[in-house]
Nanobody, 121 residues
Framework: QVQLVESGGGLVQPGGSLRLSCAASGSIISINTMGWYRQAPGKQRELVAAITSGDSTNYADSVKGRFTISRENAKNTVALQMNSLKPEDTAVYYC???????????????WGQGTQVTVSS
């Protein structure tokens, strides 16, 4: 049983900052890639940022220079620091993790329930 719990969403003014956190718990052997996706009303879900077990990162062009993804392996946690937020960043943000739950088996993707981020004046 694996659960991803997101926190840190809320309402923030344009230009402000917000920090999202996602903690994985359960029968976890190891975690490979962890990432954040977002989906705005009427839009498709898109990748925001991802980080591998080797700390290699990837960002959407729209957030480069403003967002930073990091992970704390000891706590199976991934965070997304969001600075200089814009109204266009408004969306539901979802945490995703590729997790191995049993020795000898492959990775399986798990999703969190999502957390709302609203950027408005």
């Amino acid at each position: 049983q694996v659960q991803l719990v997101e926190s840190g969403g809320g309402l923030v003014q344009p230009g402000g900052s917000l920090r999202l956190s996602c903690a994985a718990s359960g029968s976890i052997i190891s975690i490979n890639t962890m990432g954040w996706y977002r989906q705005a009303p009427g839009k498709q879900r898109e990748l925001v940022a991802a980080i591998t077990s080797g700390d290699s990162t990837n960002y959407a062009d729209s957030v480069k220079g403003r967002f930073t993804i990091s992970r704390e392996n000891a706590k199976n946690t991934v965070a997304l620091q969001m600075n200089s937020l814009k109204p266009e960043d408004t969306a539901v943000y979802y945490c995703k993790a590729d997790i191995r739950i049993h020795v000898g088996l492959g990775l399986y993707g798990y999703w969190g329930q999502g957390t709302q981020v609203t950027v408005s004046s």
